[in-house]
């Protein structure tokens, strides 16, 4: 057990670091080609972190583990908004600088329930089926080409750029590697750890798994907000959610059938919903920043949440 928790915080820190390292070399990229913040979030940021949690739910689908995969796309975009909501409002002022920023994320914002309600409705048969990933898929190219119309940036905004093209994506192909290296150690002792504790796999994949694939998140919101873009580091979150649910669930049903058991992730679903729903008040909030509540609420429904597993857990 002690080895397999020391390879699994090994596995999470090569993760981490290779996802850091992916975002710099991404947004240098995205940089080199012009887009905007807003953008850059959207999709090159959104990618980058999102990776983690497909490399790792492929993976645990290879090794026939397909609750930990679904547990870590649904405990992942809980995460994301009400660990990372919360967490960085707690230590920083949440605002947007203009309205066009808050019209923007308001569209995005609701264009992510919209995708959550399609993959609730195609889980009521219990499994996401290959149909079911290919139309995941088709969404998810819809939404990088709306994204990328909405996104783009006239030649006369400068951006600075961290790296060169060629350091970018030298650092890209490395960074990639140690993705797939940290994905394979987290995931092999996941399992692990599961089936020596004999607890549901989904309880592993929802938390322990879910949090360190949401690191890479957290500290590109971090970022975003201490820098003042605010509206970045919730298209990020977004992003990153919409790209769970459409890119990473989409490719993997397209290639396993992916059982759901609704005994567990139904509960978790309205969950997910709720965390969407406070995002939502949050970018519809008149005030100039967002207000103490909605950030105790955040983190109030995470450890909840958390609490839920656990019992779930114990059985």
Request: zero cysteines; glycine letters at 8%; charged letters at 15%.
């Amino acid at each position: 057990m002690l080895i397999q928790a020391i390879i699994f915080i090994v596995g999470l820190l090569i993760l981490s670091k290779s996802s850091d390292k992916l975002i710099d070399a991404s947004v240098s990229l995205g940089k080199h080609l012009r887009l905007s913040n807003v953008f850059i979030g959207l999709t090159v940021i959104a990618f980058g972190t999102s990776l983690p949690e497909f490399l790792v739910s492929y993976m645990a689908l290879s090794k026939g583990a397909a609750g930990l995969s679904v547990g870590n796309i649904v405990g992942s975009n809980i995460a994301n908004v009400a660990l990372i909501l919360g967490g960085v409002g707690l230590f920083f002022s949440l605002s947007f600088k203009n309205k066009e920023e808050a019209e923007g994320i308001k569209k995005k914002s609701f264009l992510m329930i919209v995708f959550y309600i399609i993959l609730v409705l195609f889980s009521l048969d219990s499994s996401l089926s290959r149909t079911d990933g290919l139309v995941l898929l088709l969404l998810f190219i819809l939404f990088l080409w709306i994204s990328f119309k909405e996104g783009t940036i006239g030649h006369e905004e400068a951006l600075e750029k961290k790296y060169g093209l060629v350091v970018s994506v030298f650092l890209t192909i490395l960074s990639l590697a140690g993705l797939v290296l940290g994905a394979k150690l987290m995931t092999d002792s996941a399992v692990t750890i599961a089936t020596i504790l004999g607890i549901n796999d989904y309880v592993i994949g929802a938390t322990i798994v879910a949090v360190g694939t949401s690191l890479p998140e957290l500290a590109a919101s971090f970022s975003a907000v201490k820098q003042g873009e605010t509206a970045m580091s919730l298209a990020n979150i977004i992003g990153s959610n919409i790209f769970n649910i459409l890119m990473v669930l989409g490719f993997s049903s397209v290639i396993f059938t992916i059982p759901i058991d609704l005994r567990i992730v139904r509960i978790d679903y309205l969950i997910m919903m709720f965390t969407a729903l406070i995002l939502i008040v949050f970018v519809f909030n008149k005030k100039d920043k967002a207000p103490k509540w909605i950030i105790y609420v955040s983190l109030l429904t995470y450890v909840g949440y958390i609490l839920r597993l656990i019992v779930l857990a114990l059985g």
